[in-house]
């Protein structure tokens, strides 16, 4: 059943603010590049395109720190202290944001900021509607390895995990900044675009119940079915760039043949543009060292998504 149209953001305070937080991190990755990709998008004009929108924006940015050469991660986690410290650090960036009904756009950064962003806007909402948010992941991979499951030890493939308790993250000594009202339920998730998938992660998909959909459908029948799995709830947007096509998205690191045309990508942040219920978003995952010459098509299909989503349902 088709849901009907917002004509007004249902779950803000300050529809027409948008706060963007430059997540300028690469520590989740094989590789780096991805830090750079929040200046290369304001480059792009990515700002003035939302500007056009009729959004009041205030532009910050959040950067790891230094870790101690003394630090050694646990087994299994790549560079995990300095990732736990910077999404804590971006997740309570975003959770004073998004407590004041503002909408937050997080701009990575490997897909790893996304333990940041997504902890921070849960909160916020728990606190300021008394209500659990939907988290609509968009993405070629699943992310939802926990450290005893991943064969990389790179945390952008756990960030799902941590975001919902599936990996414990006090048990690996760090990400114990997690509290439960941090948390996004396992069944206010879906998963759209998948297509490079581990047996693990499937195996825990299947056991947690959590929502995967298939391209078999369409696009529009994929989101008629995404929103009411999800009902009328606040929903935090997390877009990996490498969920659409290598053919429209190149500049990133782990492309995988067959994923969303532009039209399908900018269907997905319509469709939730439109249910009035968007409260935050992430865009990840672009990476300017790579496809060089073709990065102007990889922020102009990041950007198109991204405006979207932020469409101006408000003037």
């Known amino acids: 059943m088709a849901r009907q149209l917002s004509l007004l953001p ?5 529809p027409r603010s948008l706060r963007i937080i430059g997540a300028k991190s690469s520590l989740g990755g ?3 590049g991805p830090e750079s990709a929040p200046d290369s998008l304001v480059k792009f004009g990515l700002l003035n395109h939302l500007h056009d929108l009729h959004y009041e924006i205030e532009y910050h940015e959040c950067v ?3 870790t101690p050469a003394h630090v050694v991660s646990p087994r299994g986690l790549n560079n995990a202290h300095a990732v736990s410290t910077f999404t804590h650090s971006l997740s309570k960036q975003v959770y004073n944001h998004a407590r004041h009904g503002t909408t937050v756009l997080t701009l990575g950064g490997d897909h790893s900021i996304a333990i940041g962003s997504i902890t921070g806007s849960a909160k916020a909402t728990r606190e300021r509607l008394g ?4 988290l609509v992941y968009v993405d070629a991979h699943a992310d939802i390895n926990t450290p005893e499951t991943s064969e990389s030890g790179n945390i952008h493939g756990m960030s799902v995990a941590f975001a919902t308790g599936v990996a414990n993250g006090s048990s690996t000594g760090l990400f114990d900044w997690i509290k439960q009202d941090h948390l996004v339920n396992v069944h206010r998730v879906v998963y759209i675009g998948l297509r490079d998938v581990d047996d693990e992660e499937w195996r825990i998909i299947r056991e947690r119940g959590i929502k995967a959909f298939t391209m078999r459908d369409g696009i529009e029948k994929i989101m008629d079915m995404t929103l009411d799995y999800i009902g009328d709830v606040p929903i935090h947007l997390s877009f ?4 659409l096509d290598p053919e429209v998205a190149p500049s ?3 492309p995988v043949h067959g994923g969303l045309s532009v039209e399908e990508g900018v269907g997905i942040a319509r469709r939730i543009q439109e249910t009035g219920c968007l409260v935050a978003m992430d ?3 672009v990476n300017p060292s790579v496809e060089k010459e073709r990065l102007d098509l990889t922020m102009q299909s990041g950007c198109s998504v991204v405006c979207s989503a932020l469409g101006n349902l408000h003037q």
Do not use: W
Not at 10 to 14: A, D, I, Q, R, V
Not at 131 to 134: H, I, L, Y
């Open 131 to 134: 209500r659990e948010m939907a």
């Open 64 to 66: 790891p720190q230094d």
């Open 252 to 254: 990133t690191v782990f």
């Open 10 to 14: 249902k779950f803000l305070t300050n």
């Open 240 to 243: 990996d760039i490498d969920s």
């Open 283 to 285: 865009l990840v995952e």
């Open 30 to 32: 094989p590789r780096p």
